[in-house]
């Protein structure tokens, strides 16, 4: 079973940067790809990035690209998603999620198994 714990969120101006963590509790973090979707009041669930169990490839929704960046270190079996260049629409509670092991990450919501509880963003104009 893999736990997944967000953190990182906040109330912050257009323009300001956040970065999210999120801390697996597994025993090979290297075993997962990792990805990070969000969700806005009244929408659904939608892919932000990912990231392979490495790190070798990363992928990002066009709405984030050059703006936000996944990275992930193993040994701290922590993955991270720094925003930059923040808009109001970027509000919505971000979770990291992780599919089966081994499995390669993607940006199909259904494909993942594991879910974290959550972390919100609140980007204000």
């Known amino acids: 079973q893999v736990q997944l714990v967000e953190s990182g969120g906040g109330l912050v101006q257009a323009g300001d940067s956040l970065k999210l963590s999120c801390v697996a509790s597994?025993?090979?973090?290297?075993?997962?790809?990792m990805g990070w979707f969000r969700q806005a009041p009244g929408k659904e669930r939608e892919f932000v990035a990912r990231?392979?169990?490495?790190?070798?490839?990363?992928a990002y929704a066009d709405s984030v690209k050059g703006r936000f960046t996944i990275s992930r270190i193993n040994n701290k079996k922590t993955v991270y998603l720094q925003m930059n260049s923040l808009k109001p629409e970027d509000t919505a509670i971000y979770f990291c999620?992780?599919?089966?092991?081994?499995?390669?990450?993607?940006?199909?919501?259904?494909?993942?198994?594991?879910w974290g509880q959550g972390t919100q963003v609140t980007v204000s104009s």
């Open positions: 999620a992780a599919p089966a092991r081994y499995q390669p990450s993607t940006q199909y919501s259904s494909n993942y198994a594991y």
């Open positions: 597994v025993l090979s973090f290297s075993d997962y790809a």
């Open positions: 990231i392979s169990r490495f790190g070798a490839t990363t």
